[in-house]
């Protein structure tokens, strides 16, 4: 029976060589000199991330800085279920998701069209200029976002001043919570749209060229060209992003709606950020805090889990994928 089973062990072994597998040992020798180049970022984020997620635990706590984790109650679920009561919380979960929503149908498309656009543009100097006006608003802080718009759009703003001298009545967009969602995207798209097209240039500049001259000597026209050789390569990395961005769905920011909460009012800019920030850090009660955060990040896992598995099944690697 022995010899039996070492034989079957064995064959296994050579079978799994035989078909492209090596075993730990093998790997270790042979990529030894990657893992030593990555140690120091793991030590890294096992130090500055890992270990202090296990600080999540307070969330299960009627948590006291001065008592500590240790001499702090434990209360059990105590704080998710008064989480789950408070209509604030609700209000504020549902800001988040719509403004989310609104931003990935009318915000995330656009690094890709801009990718796109100046991509067609042939003078690579002119190329560089344009690219490097569009993502500069990248480098700015949201105090500067919203005193620009506050400029333009605002009470005392350049529209409203156009409008009194032609004899109309001035508009304060700055102020009004049902279009608070449409001025957040678009703050959001002149900051950040630019710095997200570098992504896709990126991913423009791996696809062939003579993929392009191929299709272009069959007859194909531009939008043939742009349907079935651009977009197909970009495909992976617009789901790769797309992810990433559901893992972040209840983190739509902090500060620019922070800076613009007074002026719209708690019931249009109210997001669980601020949420967390005004019911759990600003008055002290961090386990309740803890445990709003701690239910984003679960949600947010779950997303990802969710789309990843759909990008599986489209064809798509995703995040991850099973080896």
Do not use: C
């Amino acid at each position: 029976m022995t010899t039996v089973g070492s034989a079957s062990r064995l064959a296994a072994r050579r079978k799994g060589k035989a078909a492209g597998g090596a075993s730990w040992r093998h790997r270790l020798r042979r990529d030894w000199p990657l893992l030593l180049m990555v140690a120091p970022v793991i030590v890294l984020l096992g130090v500055f991330h890992y270990f202090p997620t296990l600080g999540n635990v307070i969330a299960f706590q009627d948590y006291s800085p001065y008592a500590g984790i240790r001499g702090s109650e434990f209360v059990g679920f105590a704080n998710f279920s008064r989480m789950f009561s408070e209509p604030a919380f609700w209000s504020a979960l549902l800001n988040t998701l719509s403004i989310t929503a609104f931003q990935l149908v009318f915000y995330f498309p656009i690094p890709i069209f801009l990718a796109l656009l100046l991509n067609s543009v042939l003078s690579v100097r002119l190329r560089t200029i344009v690219q490097g006006i569009v993502y500069l608003p990248h480098f700015f802080s949201w105090v500067l976002v919203v005193s620009l718009f506050q400029q333009m759009i605002g009470g005392a703003g350049l529209l409203a001043q156009t409008l009194r001298s032609h004899g109309y009545n001035a508009v304060d967009l700055m102020t009004k919570p049902d279009s608070f969602i449409v001025l957040v995207t678009a703050q959001s798209i002149w900051k950040d749209a630019g710095w997200g097209m570098i992504v896709f240039l990126a991913a423009l500049s791996t696809i062939n060229p003579a993929l392009y001259e191929a299709a272009a000597a069959d007859g194909a026209n531009r939008w043939r060209r742009l349907w079935h050789i651009t977009l197909p390569g970009l495909r992976p990395v617009i789901v790769l992003l797309l992810i990433l961005r559901l893992g972040d769905a209840l983190t739509v920011g902090f500060e620019q709606f922070i800076l613009q909460r007074s002026a719209v009012g708690g019931g249009a800019a109210e997001v669980l950020d601020t949420y967390v920030y005004y019911q759990g850090l600003l008055v002290g009660d961090f386990g309740y805090g803890a445990a709003a955060g701690l239910f984003k990040g679960l949600v947010g896992l779950v997303l990802v889990l969710l789309a990843n598995r759909f990008a599986h099944l489209v064809g798509e690697q995703g995040v991850y994928s099973r080896s």
